[in-house]
């Protein structure tokens, strides 16, 4: 079992849509908890993140985690087509470790 | 959000030719720099993890030989890719952490092309 799952997708939306983003990870001990995205071609950027249990809302960004169920979702409201791009879920074991990366979702916006 | 700068963008060279890239926190001292390749369509593998003043702790399957790393200060970390290959050819990125700070800062990443 890989430590981070995403699907890869593509993940095709119509703008506008909700367009919702899921990751499970496998090891309880992940604390923390990062979605980042990479246009292609570009590196990653950081877009929230997420720490205790239940849901955070940044923009027209929400995050979801739930420990219980090792899973941690993101969902984009009114997607935009500038929000097509590859979504990398990161959980954290703490700071003296490294970040485990999924393997990423694309999604794309349909204008 | 911190800024880490990486240089060069884009690098074509010769085969066997060595080729450095550089990682550089600009606005944070960079207790920890981790070193990622990409290969189209992929995600990020990790080559390995550089704390300041020490040696650098590679992933397995990765030759420490033929990529070097140093981190010989708060602010910047190096990757030497040496006796390059065209199998070399991939997008490096770096990326850096502070401190307790759990979240990573990537660089603009390094587009290498090997003939």
């Known amino acids: 079992q890989k430590e981070v799952e995403q699907n890869s997708g593509p993940l095709s939306v119509p703008e506008g849509a909700i367009a919702s983003l899921n990751c499970t990870y496998s090891?309880?001990?992940?604390?923390?908890f990062f979605w980042y995205r990479q246009y292609s071609g570009k590196s990653p950027e950081l877009i929230m993140s997420?720490?205790?249990?239940g849901d955070k809302e940044d923009g027209r960004f929400t995050a979801q985690l739930n420990k219980a169920s090792q899973y941690v979702s993101l969902l984009i409201r009114d997607s935009q087509p500038s929000d097509s791009a590859t979504y990398l879920c990161?959980?954290?074991?703490?700071?003296?470790?490294?970040?485990?990366f999924g393997s990423g979702t694309q999604l794309t916006v349909l204008p | 959000g911190a800024v880490v700068s990486q240089h060069p963008s884009r690098v074509i060279c010769k085969s066997g030719t060595s080729v450095k890239i550089e990682c550089r926190s600009l606005?944070?001292?960079?207790?920890?720099m981790f070193w990622y390749r990409q290969f189209p369509k992929q995600s990020l593998m990790l080559m390995a993890t550089?704390?300041?003043?020490?040696?650098?702790?590679?992933e397995q399957g990765v030759e420490k030989d033929k990529f070097l790393i140093n981190h010989a200060s708060l602010t910047l970390s190096t990757l030497t890719v040496t006796s390059a290959h065209p199998e070399d050819s991939s997008f490096y990125i770096c990326?850096?952490?502070?401190?307790?700070?759990?979240?990573?800062?990537f660089g603009s990443g390094t587009q290498l092309s090997v003939l």
């Open positions: 990326s850096a952490r502070s401190g307790e700070w759990e979240k990573l800062f």
């Open positions: 090891d309880r001990g992940s604390q923390s």
């Open positions: 997420i720490y205790s249990n």
């Open positions: 990161a959980p954290s074991l703490g700071s003296a470790r490294q970040l485990t």
């Open positions: 606005d944070f001292q960079a207790t920890t």
């Open positions: 550089s704390n300041e003043g020490s040696k650098a702790t590679y």
